[in-house]
């Protein structure tokens, strides 16, 4: 009697298994991120190490590796969910605001609100952006087209001179300083409206 060969096909992952896995490795990607986003809005992008991300993540490095291989690629996942989580100021509905001095002080109001709900990432991130070339190229990337957006739709029939103090005003650094003098919202909104019409 000839042998008869019996083959026997292997089985691949359950699909169950595979989906389970591609949730971990979600869950292990977006703990990272979170992680990073935090670090990165205490002690700031240029100080943030890998080491201290998979230790605020609870992962090993080489896990955080197989994910960001580098500072670049982590950098825009951070950014890339805090501006998903808290994103910036819709300028769209201010265009239909007839009256040029109340477009100004609500649209200075909405941003003047984000930098509060917002400070500590706005000042870490924009204090690094002066000195650490990756945050200022990833924070342009994030800040630069809304910033440009508000002058367009705050400025458009200003002069010289007050699109340079709407430049100033649309400044998170302008409302720093003006909340360190206790100004409340309203006020320094109502402040730089009036400091913007004075140049006209």
């Avoid at 089985?11 to 992680?35: D, F, H, L, W």
């Avoid at 605020?56 to 501006?83: I, K, N």
């Avoid at 769209?92 to 477009?103: S, V």
């Avoid at 200022?136 to 699109?163: C, V």
Wanted: net charge positive; hydrophobic share 40%.
């Amino acid at each position: 009697m000839g042998t008869q060969l019996r083959v026997v096909k292997k089985k691949g992952p359950r699909p169950y298994t595979q989906t389970r896995r591609a949730e971990q490795q979600a869950e292990t990607r977006r703990r990272i991120v979170e992680a990073a986003v935090d670090l990165h809005g205490s002690v700031g992008p240029a100080a943030t190490t890998f080491s201290m991300v998979a230790e605020r993540a609870g992962v090993q490095r080489h896990t955080l590796y197989a994910h960001f291989p580098d500072e670049r690629s982590l950098l825009l996942a951070c950014s890339g969910l805090f501006a998903e989580t808290n994103p910036l100021p819709d300028p769209a509905p201010w265009r239909a605001i007839g009256d040029t001095q109340e477009r100004l002080r609500t649209g200075l109001r909405a941003i003047y609100d984000w930098y509060e709900r917002n400070a500590g990432m706005a000042g870490c991130v924009l204090r690094d952006a002066e000195h650490h070339a990756l945050t200022g190229e990833i924070s342009e990337k994030w800040m630069g087209p809304a910033m440009a957006a508000y002058q367009d739709a705050l400025g458009a029939r200003f002069n010289a001179r007050q699109r340079a103090l709407l430049q100033l005003a649309l400044s998170y650094f302008t409302w720093r300083t003006l909340a360190q003098s206790g100004l409340k919202q309203s006020a320094m909104a109502a402040l730089m409206v009036q400091a913007i019409g004075s140049a006209g």
